[in-house]
């Protein structure tokens, strides 16, 4: 059996990069007949990944048309047109990784990890919602409410673990039948105020007591303690937006000496303008910056 891999992208330049070299970190250190790799694309072109063509499978998708939280792109909803995607209906079992991941081993063993629903890594082991509103956002928890074909439905009445989503097992095939993304944005949509970490937090509000536990070395972040992580997450550091491309050694030796000229150039702008404006770089810009 072969494990199915999911991750999405948008137009911009940057996280096509970030993406390339996720695609190649498993492609380096995974068994190639062992898994597919799919992307979601909220975009026409995608330059960097062209010479990566054969070894993916493009989908195009329609996100939630909306900004909220602390994330700043509408592809982070693309996660949640996996089930509605015909090639994924009928499948139990699915891993998304966000593009600022990548691995340093074989992650081919979670094709065997157990689980029903989803399954999620709780950094730490004890993060729990209203510690983490409280630190990150200065917010509290209340409770919510909302209406899905009829029926009222609450949410976050009570305390509860939270989980990341950058790295997610899910089960397509029950996703489809019970409509859950659907639920998930009409949580979304209805609260998008509260949504601090954006479909992460609604993901997290409406599987309550329902998220399997991975290992948080499939989800490793800058302030984990993991000794032997498998999946790197750039969830608060990522490459050129949060530092120097020097201390990614490992992340940008995977790239060719032409992406690499790409990546240098994207962090020559860092000091000359806010990281907005280099994410706006759009895709198209691949070729321009291999010429200069």
Not at 73 to 93: D, G, V
Not at 116 to 140: C, D, T, W
Not at 174 to 194: A, G, V
Request: hydrophobic fraction near 35%; include cysteine; charge should be positive.
């Amino acid at each position: 059996m072969t494990l199915d891999i999911v991750c999405a992208i948008d137009n911009s330049l940057y996280y096509q990069m970030l993406c390339k070299g996720l695609i190649k970190s498993l492609l380096k250190n995974s068994c190639q007949n062992k898994f597919n790799i799919h992307v979601l694309k909220d975009c026409k072109n995608h330059y960097p990944l062209d010479d990566l063509k054969n070894k993916i499978s493009f989908h195009k998708v329609k996100p939630l048309n909306i900004i909220c939280g602390c994330v700043k792109s509408k592809t982070t909803f693309a996660k949640l047109e996996i089930p509605n995607i015909k090639q994924f209906k009928n499948l139990e079992r699915i891993l998304y990784l966000d593009v600022d991941t990548f691995c340093l081993s074989d992650i081919t063993s979670l094709e065997k990890f157990k689980f029903e629903k989803i399954a999620m890594v709780n950094p730490g082991g004890s993060l729990y919602l209203k510690e983490f509103l409280q630190r990150v956002f200065h917010k509290k928890i209340k409770p919510l409410t909302y209406f899905y074909r009829g029926k009222k439905h609450l949410i976050a009445d009570k305390d509860q673990k939270y989980s990341n989503a950058g790295v997610m097992l899910i089960n397509p095939k029950i996703w489809y039948m019970k409509r859950i993304s659907d639920q998930i944005k009409r949580i979304i949509l209805t609260h998008c105020q509260y949504m601090y970490t954006s479909d992460e937090m609604a993901i997290n509000l409406f599987f309550k007591g329902m998220v399997d536990q991975l290992p948080e070395e499939y989800n490793t972040m800058s302030f984990s303690k993991v000794k032997n992580p498998k999946i790197i997450h750039f969830n608060t550091k990522k490459p050129i937006l949060g530092s120097s491309l020097y201390f990614f050694h490992n992340w940008l030796s995977l790239f060719d000496k032409n992406d690499k000229k790409v990546l240098l150039k994207l962090e020559a702008m860092r000091g000359k303008s806010d990281k907005s404006r280099i994410i706006k770089i759009k895709s198209d810009a691949y070729h321009e910056f291999l010429k200069s």
